[in-house]
């Protein structure tokens, strides 16, 4: 490829600065975007889809490995039975969890053709998850001021709300799978629940690196999607049991939980029913690590993401929280959608917004209607808990319960680093075998929906002429944007253009040149409370904070080079035959996004992308920092995708 140099005027002008467009965080509004027709409501989907799979890591899927898993250590009660089960979600990965089902009188419920409904269960952030025991927090009294306000009916279910809703479920003959979040309970191989920034993580090479890393970025490996592919490998799990019913599985849970529920329910077909509680909602979008990712509420927010679901049966509450105002915002937009889609009847809402935030028993018994109506498990209305013996750690403690654990369990850094190098070599050997999902992730990470349909156009402020050029300097305004941008025509022009991408006009004949100031610096450190004095390694300071709502610096560069050439293509007053766009180093690599977003626009790249690779940018706010560009195969794969 032909070397173009770079004059000292071009680095001037690179550098020129752009109006500052505010940053979106996760605390921002974030209403539901409607399509114009319902016809158009299968694409949309669609895109939403990519766009949560892309964001865990998940496109294409991992290979689905042996789970391994064993199921041991009942204990019973009136009306059900609980076990506890283990299984690998990756070689070595294992996920914890119990298995709750009917037992003894309530054996015949739920029943059909010898099959019983399913039901995932993902927990929130309750302090220890599936351990959890108010009284820990609050004390006894605490536990009983719950049934005092008329939030719980008895004490075990004040005390742990989770188990209190797996315990219903399996006496109205349900199999339920509970499982622990990272960090909580027995999933201690990675210790913390949330992660921030390590420098002992920070290698490049396989097994050097953990979550919160450049190269982790670089691959789309975060908590958010690990803990995604566990929901995916527990319901392979629940799926595989002889006694459960494939085509009844609901998926429920609280908070996090429904984040995790909102996320499953949406990617994988098989979900029948979903109820995400306390989660939905057009304001605060989830906090924790575990409930963001890179690209994951870029274009969509949580109300998207549960419409995701539609037209199944999808069911939502709301408290006094963030979703406080889901009755008046999100809920009017998904009501709309289920009656556009003409299944009304398989949405609802509740919104008892004078508890806080909670999965209570007023809360679980409309979830447990909801689950009565839609699986025709033929209960009279309200279906109501009845008391249990509370279970503690000695009742559902999964490694407790064993003499030793499996022959492959490793935990610590030691374990996040292995992990890590089996995602990556299994992501690196899916890819390279599948184009559809390398054009699909590079969709997203060049955010190629929100390119604007409508041609840009150049808006002049001076011009002057000298020595046969006019030199007109303005801004292109494409979509809500605009970019100061130069053009140097000559007026012998021949037809063709050149968009020149670090702004030297000289050297191209009789050429229209036109030389776009690209952005710089848009890469920023955004963290989760918007304090900036937080410790170096902070979870708070991970990454998915900013590129999970916003573009990267790149994919802006890339939409001003697409820009530039389609104001060339459409100018009212040109007459172009050819368009060809320059690069060298990054800008080369920023020519070929713009040829992947512009298609047929661009007629030749002019480009040398020297030693420029994706994989040597270390800092999460380079301005060439693309979370996911090394898992979609680096330059090469950026290649492939807008030259073939």
Not at 93 to 114: C, I, K, M, Q, R
Not at 219 to 231: K, V
Request: negative net charge; proline residues 5%; charged residues 25%.
């Amino acid at each position: 490829m032909k070397l173009i140099r770079i004059s000292i005027f071009a680095l001037a002008f690179a550098v020129s600065t752009h109006a500052e467009e505010a940053v979106v965080t996760l605390h921002d509004y974030h209403p539901f975007r409607p399509v114009p027709s319902i016809s158009q409501w299968k694409d949309r989907k669609e895109e939403i889809q990519t766009r949560i799979l892309v964001a865990a890591g998940l496109l294409p899927m991992p290979e689905k490995t042996p789970l391994n898993a064993k199921r041991f250590g009942t204990v019973k009660q009136d009306g059900f039975k609980v076990e506890r089960v283990y299984f690998e979600s990756f070689p070595g990965h294992f996920v914890t969890g119990n298995l709750f089902s009917p037992d003894g009188e309530t054996e015949a419920n739920g029943l059909v053709d010898g099959k019983r409904p399913g039901v995932i269960c993902p927990h929130g952030h309750w302090t220890n998850g599936r351990f959890y025991d108010s009284i820990d927090r609050e004390g006894y009294r605490g536990a009983l001021a719950q049934i005092a306000k008329g939030a719980e009916r008895f004490e075990a279910a004040s005390r742990n709300p989770i188990i209190a809703r797996c315990v219903q479920l399996a006496r109205m003959g349900c199999v339920v799978l509970v499982f622990d979040t990272i960090g909580n309970a027995d999933s201690m191989q990675l210790v913390e629940h949330r992660r921030g920034p390590r420098d002992a993580m920070n290698g490049k090479e396989a097994g050097e690196w953990g979550l919160v890393s450049p190269q982790a970025t670089l691959r789309l490996q975060t908590n958010f999607g690990l803990q995604t592919w566990n929901s995916v490998r527990a319901l392979d799990y629940l799926a595989s049991l002889e006694e459960v019913d494939p085509d009844r599985i609901l998926v429920t849970g609280a908070s996090g939980g429904a984040t995790q529920t909102m996320m499953l329910s949406a990617i994988d077909d098989r979900v029948d029913a979903s109820f995400p509680a306390v989660m939905v909602s057009t304001a605060m979008q989830g906090g924790c690590t575990c409930e963001n990712s890179h690209y994951l509420r870029i274009g969509q927010g949580n109300v998207d993401i549960a419409a995701a679901f539609a037209p199944k049966p999808l069911g939502l509450t709301a408290a006094d929280d963030w979703t406080i105002e889901l009755e008046t915002k999100g809920h009017p937009d998904l009501q709309s959608l289920y009656e556009r889609l003409k299944a009304p009847g398989n949405y609802e809402a509740y919104f008892d917004i004078h508890f806080f935030h909670n999965f209570n028993h007023v809360s679980r018994t409309h979830l447990y209607e909801f689950v009565n109506r839609h699986f025709n498990l033929g209960f009279g209305e309200p279906v109501l808990e009845s008391d249990f013996k509370f279970l503690g750690r000695e009742d559902l403690g999964v490694w407790d319960a064993l003499d030793e654990k499996p022959e492959n369990y490793v935990a610590g850094d030691e374990h996040e680093k292995a992990l890590n190098a089996i995602w990556a070599a299994d992501s690196d050997a899916a890819i390279a075998e599948d184009r559809k999902a390398l054009k699909a992730g590079w969709g997203v990470l060049l955010n190629a929906s929100a390119l604007p349909t409508a041609p840009a156009a150049f808006e002049l402020g001076e011009k002057e002429k000298a020595d046969g050029v006019v030199k007109m300097s303005g801004s292109i305004s494409f979509g809500e944007r605009s970019l100061p941008a130069e053009i140097h025509y000559p007026e012998n022009w021949n037809g063709e253009v050149v968009v020149h991408t670090a702004g030297d006009a000289s050297g191209y004949g009789d050429a229209a040149v036109v030389i776009p100031s690209l952005s710089r610096g848009v890469n920023q450190a955004v963290t989760y409370s918007g304090e900036k004095d937080l410790p170096s390694d902070s979870w708070q300071r991970s990454p998915v904070y900013f590129y999970g709502y916003n573009d990267s610096n790149f994919t802006r560069r890339a939409h001003e080079v697409a820009a530039a050439v389609s104001m060339a293509a459409n100018h009212p007053d040109w007459e172009v035959t050819k368009i060809t766009v320059q690069g060298e180093g990054d800008t080369a690599a920023t020519a070929l996004a713009a040829r992947f977003l512009s298609g047929d626009e661009i007629d030749e790249l002019l480009i040398d992308l020297k030693d420029f690779r994706f994989a040597d940018v270390t800092d999460f706010d380079d301005d060439n920092m693309v979370p996911g560009a090394l898992k979609y195969g680096d330059v090469e794969g950026l290649g492939k995708v807008a030259t073939q």
